[in-house]
């Protein structure tokens, strides 16, 4: 997703191109995400994935709601909402969403670019 305008002070802010289709969940919402639509889904969400994760970079917080819709038919995403991004080794604190969370997160033992998955 093309960047729009980047500044860093007084306070960081991205400006990115809005996407009227919003996330997955108001897409659902608005017609059931078919069996197709989730394999297209996971295909790009792991695409996505495979581009942060070899530079140590873990989303920790992938959730319907942080996946934008660019397209529906065909269907394009693109992650979004890096808010609780790292790139540190050995993560431990507990991030993301309750329900969304992987079970290393939950029992809060260390843990890598995995829990993305």
Same mark, same amino acid.
């Given at each position: 997703?093309? %960047? =729009?305008?980047?500044?860093?002070?007084?306070?960081? %802010?991205?400006?990115?191109?809005?996407?009227?289709?919003?996330?997955? /969940? %108001?897409?659902?919402?608005?017609?059931?995400? @078919?069996?197709?639509?989730?394999?297209?889904? =996971?295909?790009?969400?792991?695409?996505?994935?495979?581009?942060?994760?070899?530079?140590?970079?873990?989303?920790?917080?992938?959730k319907p709601e942080n996946i934008? %819709?660019?397209?529906?038919?065909?269907? /394009? =995403?693109?992650?979004?909402?890096?808010?609780?991004?790292?790139?540190? /080794?050995?993560?431990?604190?507990?991030?993301?969403?309750?329900g969304y969370a992987a079970p290393e997160v939950y029992f809060?033992? @260390?843990?890598?670019?995995?829990?993305?998955?």
């Amino acid at each position: 997703m093309p %960047v =729009i305008a980047f500044w860093e002070m007084p306070t960081p %802010v991205l400006i990115i191109p809005y996407l009227s289709f919003g996330n997955l /969940s %108001v897409q659902h919402r608005a017609s059931p995400i @078919t069996w197709d639509e989730t394999e297209s889904i =996971i295909f790009q969400s792991l695409s996505r994935l495979a581009y942060l994760h070899p530079r140590s970079v873990a989303h920790r917080d992938l959730k319907p709601e942080n996946i934008l %819709v660019e397209s529906r038919y065909p269907l /394009s =995403i693109k992650l979004a909402n890096f808010s609780l991004a790292n790139n540190k /080794s050995d993560l431990k604190t507990f991030y993301g969403t309750r329900g969304y969370a992987a079970p290393e997160v939950y029992f809060n033992k @260390t843990y890598t670019t995995a829990i993305d998955l």
